[in-house]
T-cell receptor, first 116, second 109 residues
Framework: GAVVSQHPSWVICKSGTSVKIECRSL??????MFWYRQFPKQSLMLMAT?????????EQGVEKDKFLINHASLTLSTLTVTSAHPEDSSFYIC????????????FGSGTRLTVV | KQEVTQIPAALSVPEGENLVLNCSFT??????LQWFRQDPGKGLTSLLL?????REQTSGRLNASLDKSSGRSTLYIAASQPGDSATYLC????????FGAGTTVTVRA
């Protein structure tokens, strides 16, 4: 149980365009989801906390207008990278938890974004 | 702010040897601690979850201990196999997950 699905696995886009990444909880309801970014050979950096039905909470230094988060249902959160530039190229991973005893956090398979 | 440190950063061992991975954290007021495995270019796979009230958890060849008062956790992998080669991440949950930089393990056949 507690499966999180993330799509797409990889995407290549042109500079200036926008890209949407989806994160779904398949077998539980997730009122809260988390979005991370990972640079090569580095650990995960929390970007924002996505809250169902309300605005996302962004970590310090993360541009909320560039990384738009929508959590419209209890099983789906989306991250849209707007007006993407090459420096936005990275590995993006989402996470959620049923917040039930003995269940920790489950992560999606990640999305490799390359902006050319 | 929670700081999580993992030592060593990298480890290379021959097949069959036992692995010891260390994780330390600065704030002991945590809900739980989770160990993950990450293969190159992939997401994270949860290995073990230890609640703050627990001292250890075991799953197959994996055993993780937690000493909350001293801010330490250790992941033991018995009889390592080449398939254990990956990066292992320790994450501390004190409302938010804080990650260490990971230990990259290579098991040589």
């Amino acid at each position: 149980g507690a499966v999180v699905s993330q799509h797409p696995s990889w995407v290549i886009c042109k500079s200036g365009t926008s890209v949407k990444i989806e994160c779904r909880s398949l077998d539980f309801q997730a009122t809260t989801m988390f979005w991370y970014r990972q640079f090569p050979k580095q650990s995960l950096m929390l970007m924002a906390t996505s809250n169902e039905g309300s605005k996302a909470t962004y970590e310090q230094g993360v541009e909320k207008d560039k990384f738009l988060i929508n959590h419209a249902s209890l099983t789906l959160s989306t991250l849209t990278v707007t007006s993407a530039h090459p420096e936005d190229s990275s590995f993006y991973i989402c996470s959620a938890s049923p917040f039930v005893a003995d269940y920790g956090y489950t992560f999606g398979s990640g999305t490799r974004l390359t902006v050319v | 702010k929670q700081e999580v440190t993992q030592i060593p950063a990298a480890l290379s061992v021959p097949e069959g040897e036992n692995l010891v991975l260390n994780c330390s954290f600065t704030d002991s007021a945590i809900y739980n601690l989770q160990w993950f495995r990450q293969d190159p270019g992939k997401g994270l796979t949860s290995l073990l979850l230890i609640q703050s009230s627990q001292r250890e958890q075991t799953s197959g060849r994996l055993n993780a201990s937690l000493d909350k008062s001293s801010g330490r956790s250790t992941l033991y992998i018995a009889a390592s196999q080449p398939g254990d080669s990956a990066t292992y991440l320790c994450a501390v949950n004190d409302y938010k997950l804080s990650f260490g930089a990971g230990t990259t393990v290579t098991v040589r056949a």
